[in-house]
């Protein structure tokens, strides 16, 4: 059988069953699919398993590798598999006993590069596999498995606190730059090293000697037994257990994925990468636009246009240009060059000049986020009601009144490791969004959005028009601000 072959049978990761461990104390959203147990999560290398990798182990600094540092070691973590990295002891519990062979998965991604390097690997099913290693390979300490949303987070600290370590993965659209391409399919090419394997924890008694010859499962209960835990959390670790057997059933026999937890793990990396609808962009900007000058030396300002960028992780960063156009030449009065307005720019702005008849101010705002809460959003009818109610109450100062249309959220649809989609399942409900788009003069506009209208805010457009009478529905400053509203049905 090919290579290619076996990893297009294999199975995606069940949410839950994912075992990992992190080194530092990582917040609840970048935390491993499931605190580390220890329980390693097995990959075969064959058909008949009798060779894996072995992900989920936890490394320990190692001083010395003899049998009582390694019984010690292993008995804190209830361990039944170890192996030497040299400066560093990994160690792992399997619940189930078997002859195969397993090589830890950070060991080996380490022999294959000798270097510094973070490890972002696809394991499927929204999940990834994230580890560490220093100069010549020796793993660190991390590793784990993640959902996606997690190991992005995770892994823009690691570059930020190790900028020199190498970048393997094989993850799309993360907008990393300096990425090596590298996933499962390579790492389960390199050679399988004797130095990468794990060895069993030996007992050394009669009684340790019967309990290595015990099944895996009545491992589990017995030594929850003798602990005096027998009970709610012995149940926790039977079901862990069966969660295991079955992943590496499906992984080798190729079982359907479980959709719905995909396809909601697809929606929250969707939602982690929109902005909450907020105030706050607006309350930014307008203090910003309250600086722009309506006059640049003779020049007459006509409109400020500020586009908001792509939500990063905990901002948005708004790029704003105020334009100016030449001066009418008829009232005899000479025109400021544009070596003349460079000599005047306002504090906090940049000139910028489309070369003789347009110039403008160029400025950047950068508006704190957090990414769109699903759990939290406002039913539909809410917004028929009450966001409704709000804005009929400024009907007399609007330009055309809004309308409201709301559609589902596009999704990307999980895929298999073959790259085709995964139907959404029956009955699956997405959040809806509609655009909403609010014209009025400035002072309206403040009053409006005060009053409790929030958006994830896109464009705010400021038209200045001097010559204007003001009236409830037209002034000098004008302003139209558009964006997307969201709710939960």
Same mark, same amino acid.
């Given at each position: 059988?090919?290579?290619?072959?076996?990893?297009?049978?294999?199975? /995606?990761?069940?949410?839950?069953?994912?075992?990992?461990?992190?080194?530092?104390?990582?917040?609840?959203?970048?935390?491993?699919?499931?605190?580390?147990?220890?329980?390693?999560?097995?990959?075969?290398?064959?058909?008949?398993?009798?060779?894996?990798? $072995?992900?989920? &182990?936890?490394? /320990?600094?190692?001083?010395?590798?003899?049998?009582?540092?390694?019984?010690?070691?292993?008995?804190?973590?209830?361990?039944?598999?170890?192996?030497?990295?040299?400066?560093? @002891?990994?160690?792992?519990?399997? &619940?189930?006993?078997?002859?195969?062979?397993?090589?830890?998965?950070?060991?080996?991604?380490?022999? $294959?590069?000798?270097?510094? =390097?973070?490890?972002?690997?696809?394991?499927?099913?929204?999940?990834?596999?994230?580890?560490?290693?220093?100069?010549?390979?020796?793993?660190?300490?991390?590793? +784990?498995?993640?959902?996606?949303?997690?190991?992005?987070?995770?892994?823009? =600290?690691?570059?930020?606190?190790?900028?020199?370590?190498?970048?393997?993965?094989?993850?799309?659209?993360?907008?990393?730059?300096?990425?090596?391409?590298?996933?499962?399919?390579?790492?389960?090419?390199?050679?399988?090293?004797?130095? *990468?394997?794990?060895?069993?924890?030996?007992?050394?008694?009669?009684?340790?000697?019967?309990?290595?010859?015990?099944?895996?499962?009545? /491992?589990?209960?017995?030594?929850?037994?003798?602990?005096?835990?027998?009970?709610?959390?012995?149940?926790?670790?039977?079901?862990?257990?069966?969660?295991?057997?079955? @992943?590496?059933?499906?992984?080798?026999?190729?079982?359907?994925?479980?959709?719905?937890? &995909?396809?909601?793990?697809?929606?929250?990396?969707?939602?982690?990468?929109?902005? !909450?609808?907020?105030?706050?962009?607006?309350?930014?900007?307008?203090?910003?636009?309250?600086?722009?000058?309506?006059?640049?030396?003779?020049?007459?300002?006509?409109?400020?246009?500020?586009? !908001?960028?792509?939500?990063?992780?905990?901002?948005?960063?708004?790029?704003?240009?105020?334009?100016?156009?030449?001066?009418?030449?008829?009232?005899?009065?000479?025109?400021?060059?544009?070596?003349? @307005?460079?000599?005047? #720019?306002?504090? +906090?702005?940049?000139?910028?000049?489309?070369?003789?008849?347009?110039? *403008?101010?160029?400025?950047?705002?950068?508006?704190?986020?957090?990414?769109?809460?699903?759990?939290?959003?406002?039913?539909?009818?809410?917004?028929?009601?009450?966001?409704?109610?709000?804005?009929?109450?400024?009907?007399?100062?609007?330009?055309?009144?809004?309308?409201?249309?709301?559609?589902?959220?596009?999704?990307?649809?999980?895929?298999?490791?073959?790259?085709?989609?995964?139907?959404?399942?029956?009955? @699956?409900? &997405?959040?809806?969004? *509609?655009?909403?788009?609010?014209?009025?003069?400035?002072?309206?506009?403040?009053?409006?959005?005060?009053?409790?209208?929030?958006?994830?805010?896109?464009?705010?457009?400021?038209?200045?028009?001097?010559?204007?009478?003001?009236?409830?529905?037209? *002034?000098?400053?004008? #302003?139209?601000?558009?964006?997307?509203?969201?709710?939960?049905?």
């Amino acid at each position: 059988m090919k290579l290619k072959d076996l990893f297009s049978k294999r199975a /995606k990761m069940p949410p839950g069953v994912a075992q990992g461990r992190a080194a530092s104390a990582p917040s609840k959203q970048a935390a491993p699919l499931q605190k580390g147990t220890g329980v390693l999560i097995l990959l075969p290398l064959s058909e008949d398993g009798a060779r894996n990798l $072995a992900f989920g &182990l936890t490394w /320990k600094p190692l001083v010395s590798f003899d049998a009582k540092t390694v019984q010690d070691s292993a008995r804190k973590l209830s361990a039944t598999h170890v192996v030497n990295g040299g400066s560093v @002891l990994g160690l792992g519990r399997l &619940l189930t006993k078997t002859k195969a062979e397993y090589y830890a998965a950070a060991m080996v991604a380490g022999h $294959a590069h000798r270097s510094a =390097a973070i490890y972002a690997l696809s394991l499927g099913g929204g999940s990834v596999w994230l580890a560490q290693t220093r100069g010549a390979g020796v793993p660190t300490g991390e590793d +784990g498995i993640y959902s996606e949303i997690a190991a992005l987070e995770r892994v823009r =600290a690691w570059r930020a606190e190790n900028p020199t370590a190498e970048l393997y993965s094989d993850l799309l659209n993360t907008g990393w730059d300096d990425v090596k391409t590298w996933g499962i399919a390579e790492l389960a090419s390199c050679a399988m090293t004797p130095n *990468s394997a794990l060895k069993p924890v030996g007992t050394g008694s009669t009684i340790g000697r019967m309990w290595s010859d015990l099944p895996g499962s009545v /491992k589990v209960v017995g030594a929850l037994a003798i602990a005096g835990m027998l009970g709610s959390i012995a149940w926790d670790e039977w079901q862990k257990y069966q969660n295991v057997q079955r @992943l590496a059933k499906a992984r080798a026999l190729g079982l359907s994925e479980d959709a719905q937890a &995909l396809w909601q793990q697809s929606l929250l990396k969707e939602a982690a990468a929109r902005a !909450a609808p907020s105030g706050a962009s607006w309350e930014m900007l307008r203090a910003s636009l309250g600086r722009v000058p309506t006059k640049w030396e003779n020049w007459p300002l006509k409109t400020a246009i500020c586009t !908001a960028g792509v939500f990063a992780g905990d901002k948005v960063v708004w790029q704003c240009d105020a334009i100016y156009y030449l001066p009418d030449a008829s009232t005899g009065k000479p025109v400021a060059t544009n070596a003349q @307005l460079l000599k005047s #720019v306002p504090t +906090g702005f940049e000139a910028r000049f489309v070369p003789t008849k347009q110039a *403008s101010l160029h400025w950047s705002a950068s508006v704190t986020a957090s990414p769109l809460d699903i759990k939290g959003l406002v039913a539909r009818q809410d917004h028929t009601i009450s966001t409704a109610s709000r804005v009929q109450t400024f009907f007399p100062n609007l330009a055309t009144p809004p309308t409201f249309s709301f559609i589902a959220i596009k999704v990307t649809a999980p895929v298999r490791p073959d790259g085709t989609a995964i139907a959404p399942p029956a009955g @699956l409900k &997405l959040p809806t969004q *509609s655009p909403i788009t609010l014209s009025s003069p400035l002072r309206a506009m403040d009053k409006l959005l005060s009053s409790g209208i929030a958006a994830d805010w896109k464009k705010i457009t400021l038209s200045y028009a001097s010559n204007t009478q003001p009236n409830d529905k037209t *002034s000098p400053h004008m #302003v139209e601000i558009t964006g997307v509203m969201y709710a939960a049905d």
